[in-house]
């Protein structure tokens, strides 16, 4: 079972790509990765700078579609230059439930299955937004040791 803290974070700032899709897991991996795709070859060639790794995040809960911003960590100055399908935002800053689970992304729903059984045995309630930070690079690193950091809101 992954560790489940509260921990206080400050704002950072990211830009991405969204999209929508059916909630199976390899429509939205490869719908991530088109959106990914689209998002580094505007900060290529727009010249940003990348200030850490990807991430995902997420506003809506559905069952039958999930909506993602696909995007990377920039500064502030960067995160201005966003333009056309390519927005700006930042993740909020405060108190948040953050965990880590590390393997396959196919089976981070495990991990989110957990986490809603642990907020409901400690009184809490998800809010929004949810995201996740992926440590490594799934191209050169086993699934296995994939790490993937979780930042969930409280309503």
């Keep these: 079972m992954p560790d489940f803290r509260r921990i206080d974070v400050t704002e950072q700032p990211y830009v991405y790509v969204e999209r929508t899709c059916a909630m199976e897991p390899?429509?939205?991996?490869?719908?991530?990765?088109?959106?990914?795709?689209?998002?580094?070859?505007?900060?290529?060639?727009?010249?940003?700078t990348l200030t850490g790794p990807a991430l995902s995040v997420y506003y809506t809960y559905d069952p039958q579609t999930v909506t993602?911003?696909?995007?990377f960590f920039v500064s502030t100055e960067d995160a201005k230059k966003a333009s056309g399908d390519v927005k700006a935002d930042t993740?909020?800053?405060?108190?948040?439930?953050?965990?880590v689970h590390t393997g396959p992304y196919s089976k981070l729903s495990e991990s989110y299955q957990e986490l809603m059984a642990w907020l409901e045995k400690e009184g809490l309630t998800l809010g929004a937004p949810t995201w996740e930070v992926y440590v490594n690079d799934p191209d050169s690193t086993p699934e296995e040791e994939l790490r993937t950091e979780i930042y969930v809101s409280l309503a």
């Design 26 to 48: 390899a429509t939205i991996s490869e719908e991530m990765g088109k959106a990914y795709g689209d998002a580094m070859a505007f900060i290529q060639a727009n010249g940003l």
């Design 68 to 71: 993602f911003r696909a995007g």
């Design 91 to 99: 993740t909020p800053a405060g108190r948040v439930v953050n965990f």
